[in-house]
């Protein structure tokens, strides 16, 4: 099986890696390709694809087996999940995409999302019981999928460590931590 993260890891925290951890752990023989978003991503705040994906290198430093980065939108450009993994599975089988239980619910604004449920089983992690597997069959009772619920209850958010890294530096490994200090990301003007 191979997993598909998507994010856009601005910055990658200690939550990403103890999910990227727990996907390798539950699911053996597995790899994790973990595909953060281009700079043509739409999102407030979003550093430079080059910063994002050296620091994801550095966060998994440690943890290298049977984890991928991929820079596949950094190339490609944007044009919706669905798109990613069609590329993606030019190159990897039988592809599982990662999604947090707090994304559900705009899932039905995503570019084609109805055949991305339909194509890709969807492994949701969720956070802190967010909504239970009920909830979520009832959310898309109308569209075929197949959820994967994995419980997660660690509740770290990039946005807020953007507003502060020296105050939330312990979300951060150390490596990344020090990266974005020598490189001066994130520092309010």
Do not use: C
């Amino acid at each position: 099986m191979n997993i598909i993260y998507g994010g856009s890891f601005n910055p990658p925290t200690i939550a990403h890696l103890h999910i990227i951890i727990t996907l390798l752990k539950t699911f053996e023989n597995s790899k994790v390709i973990v595909l953060p978003v281009g700079n043509d991503y739409k999102k407030p705040d979003l550093i430079d694809f080059n910063h994002r994906f050296l620091m994801l290198k550095l966060l998994i430093e440690t943890e290298k087996k049977d984890i991928v980065i991929s820079d596949l939108e950094n190339h490609s450009g944007y044009s919706g999940t669905l798109k990613a993994l069609e590329d993606l599975s030019k190159t990897y089988e039988q592809l599982h995409f990662v999604i947090g239980s707090d994304h559900l619910e705009s899932l039905k604004t995503w570019i084609s999302y109805q055949d991305l449920l339909d194509k890709y089983p969807f492994i949701v992690m969720n956070r802190n019981h967010f909504m239970t597997k009920e909830q979520a069959e009832m959310m898309f009772k109308d569209v075929n999928h197949k959820f994967i619920f994995i419980d997660f209850d660690m509740d770290v958010s990039s946005s807020k460590i953007r507003e502060d890294i020296d105050k939330n530096k312990k979300y951060l490994t150390n490596e990344v931590y020090q990266y974005i200090k020598n490189h001066k990301l994130y520092e309010v003007l």
